[in-house]
Nanobody, 123 residues
């Protein structure tokens, strides 16, 4: 069992930055691959970024590549999503998730999810 709690969401103007955090508990964090997803109103939940347990491999959706950075601190049991150059279309509820499956872009590969944190980008 893995318990995940996101924080750091809020309201920001276009072009601004936010850093989301996700604190994990319940299993050794260094053994878990992690990911971030987001869901905008009326849309399906979509992949944003993923990071391997060691932090050595990171993957991004094309829509956020070059603007968002996923990282982790295994000593603090926390994964981060640094979001720069935010756009109104980044507005969504952002979820972190713990992955045991092989395909990092697929929701079905993730077993545990946080409650989500709202990010709103105004134009």
């Amino acid at each position: 069992q893995v318990h995940l709690v996101e924080s750091g969401g809020g309201l920001v103007q276009a072009g601004g930055s936010l850093r989301l955090s996700c604190a994990a508990s319940g299993r050794p964090f260094s053994s878990i691959d992690m990911g971030w997803f987001r869901q905008a109103p009326g849309n399906e939940r979509e992949f944003v970024a993923s990071i391997m347990r060691s932090g050595g491999g990171t993957y991004y959706a094309d829509s956020v590549k070059g603007r968002f950075t996923i990282s982790r601190d295994n000593a603090k049991n926390t994964v981060y999503l640094q979001m720069n150059s935010l756009k109104p279309e980044d507005t969504a509820v952002y979820y972190c998730a713990a992955r045991s499956g092989s395909y990092y872009r697929n929701m079905g590969s993730y077993d545990y999810w946080g409650q989500g944190t709202q990010v709103t980008v105004s134009s």
